[in-house]
């Protein structure tokens, strides 16, 4: 592009299937607007933007091919190098399985509008899921008037569901078997550097979000915004493992280096984050918050309220009250 205040994408997939893209180096997309209050034009932009890849195998029984059932995965992003003047250098909705590996991806510029503006360098939605995203609110009731187990608290294992109560065997059975209907949405987000530039002012760095699995592993983000930070790294999915990576964040005054949020399960352990890590599940049931390891470079008394304030708004007050 002439500008990266027009909005131009490196690879742009408006509907696709199992697509791969992989060791393509994205670069020179425009040059970043120097001056703060440049006009950025509204518009679909980023260096690789899928508007929406899935697994139906809909490409398959339109030629009549022999292999019409659904592909293994939406869509598979591996070792990339993307540098974006302006928006998100990843920007994917997905319906399926999506794999993010081994990429370098790094954002100048905060564009406008929409979630592009919410999340500066990494957006990513994969609503593949959503068949079994309930669940766990629907065995709420059930598992709550099944018999008492002791949960271990000292990082062991813990049951995912407790007792033997009719109705949660009935909510069971019948996600048992609207599951094929649909297909899964495991989502894997590892060894990847991320960066974003001095000029962004998005709240959120990277964003993930899942209605079924998340695997956000080994990565490095190092975000050089001076302002308007409020986490790093926010992930949310009904079972998420966000382990071993590395937060990096400039400006003093950021508030979170990883947020995470699960409807189900919860391991955030063993990251290392110059500001607070906090992470917290939404099920009244066991298994509970799994946080060990983490460090804090620059700990402050803040942490403990963000993890308070996290608590009171999204665990259920219930879980919160002994008896």
Same mark, same amino acid.
């Given at each position: 592009?002439?500008?990266?205040?027009?909005?131009?994408?490196?690879?742009?997939?408006?509907?696709?299937?199992?697509?791969?893209?992989?060791?393509?180096?994205?670069?020179?997309?425009?040059?970043?607007?120097?001056?703060?209050?440049?006009?950025?034009?509204?518009?679909?932009?980023?260096?690789?933007?899928?508007?929406?890849?899935?697994?139906?195998?809909?490409?398959?029984?339109?030629?009549?091919?022999?292999?019409?059932?659904?592909?293994?995965?939406?869509?598979?992003?591996?070792?990339?190098?993307?540098?974006?003047?302006?928006?998100?250098?990843?920007?994917?909705?997905?319906?399926?399985?999506?794999?993010?590996?081994?990429?370098?991806?790094?954002?100048?510029?905060?564009?406008?509008?929409?979630?592009?503006?919410?999340?500066?360098?990494?957006?990513?939605?994969?609503?593949?899921?959503?068949?079994?995203?309930?669940?766990?609110?629907?065995?709420?009731? =059930?598992?709550?008037?099944?018999?008492?187990? &002791? +949960? #271990? /608290?000292?990082?062991? %294992?813990?049951? @995912?569901?407790? !007792?033997?109560?009719?109705?949660?065997?009935?909510?069971?059975?019948?996600?048992?078997?609207?599951?094929?209907?649909?297909?899964?949405?495991?989502?894997?987000?590892?060894?990847?550097?991320?960066?974003?530039?001095?000029?962004?002012?998005?709240?959120?760095?990277?964003?993930?979000?899942?209605?079924?699995?998340?695997?956000?592993?080994?990565?490095?983000?190092?975000?050089?915004?001076?302002?308007?930070?409020?986490?790093?790294?926010?992930?949310?999915?009904?079972?998420?493992?966000?382990?071993?990576?590395?937060?990096?964040?400039?400006? =003093?005054?950021?508030?979170?280096?990883?947020? &995470? +949020? #699960? /409807?189900?399960?919860? %391991?955030?352990? @063993?990251?290392? !984050?110059?500001?607070?890590?906090?992470?917290?599940?939404?099920?009244?049931?066991?298994?509970?918050?799994?946080?060990?390891?983490?460090?804090?470079?620059?700990?402050?008394?803040?942490?403990?309220?963000?993890?308070?304030?996290?608590?009171?708004?999204?665990?259920?007050?219930?879980?919160?009250?002994?008896?």
């Amino acid at each position: 592009g002439r500008s990266g205040a027009d909005p131009v994408c490196g690879v742009f997939v408006q509907y696709g299937e199992s697509v791969e893209i992989a060791r393509n180096v994205i670069l020179d997309n425009g040059v970043a607007p120097s001056a703060a209050n440049a006009v950025i034009a509204d518009g679909m932009r980023g260096g690789i933007v899928l508007g929406l890849v899935a697994n139906f195998g809909l490409f398959a029984k339109l030629r009549n091919g022999s292999d019409a059932g659904a592909a293994a995965s939406a869509a598979r992003i591996l070792a990339n190098h993307v540098e974006q003047p302006v928006g998100c250098a990843l920007y994917v909705r997905a319906f399926g399985p999506l794999m993010v590996n081994d990429n370098v991806l790094a954002s100048e510029r905060s564009a406008v509008g929409g979630l592009d503006a919410l999340a500066g360098t990494v957006m990513i939605a994969n609503l593949a899921g959503v068949q079994s995203a309930g669940l766990a609110m629907q065995t709420t009731g =059930a598992v709550a008037t099944a018999p008492a187990q &002791t +949960i #271990a /608290t000292d990082g062991g %294992d813990q049951r @995912l569901v407790a !007792g033997t109560n009719p109705r949660l065997q009935t909510v069971l059975a019948q996600a048992v078997r609207v599951a094929p209907l649909l297909p899964v949405g495991a989502t894997l987000f590892n060894d990847n550097q991320v960066r974003a530039g001095a000029a962004h002012r998005s709240p959120v760095t990277q964003l993930l979000i899942g209605y079924d699995d998340v695997s956000y592993g080994m990565n490095q983000c190092h975000t050089d915004q001076t302002a308007n930070v409020f986490v790093n790294t926010f992930i949310v999915s009904a079972t998420l493992r966000a382990i071993g990576n590395r937060l990096r964040e400039r400006d =003093a005054t950021t508030n979170l280096s990883m947020l &995470t +949020i #699960a /409807t189900r399960a919860n %391991d955030t352990s @063993l990251n290392q !984050g110059d500001h607070c890590i906090v992470s917290q599940d939404t099920d009244p049931s066991p298994p509970s918050t799994v946080q060990a390891g983490n460090q804090v470079m620059l700990p402050g008394k803040q942490c403990a309220s963000f993890n308070m304030i996290t608590a009171l708004l999204f665990k259920p007050i219930a879980a919160t009250i002994k008896t």
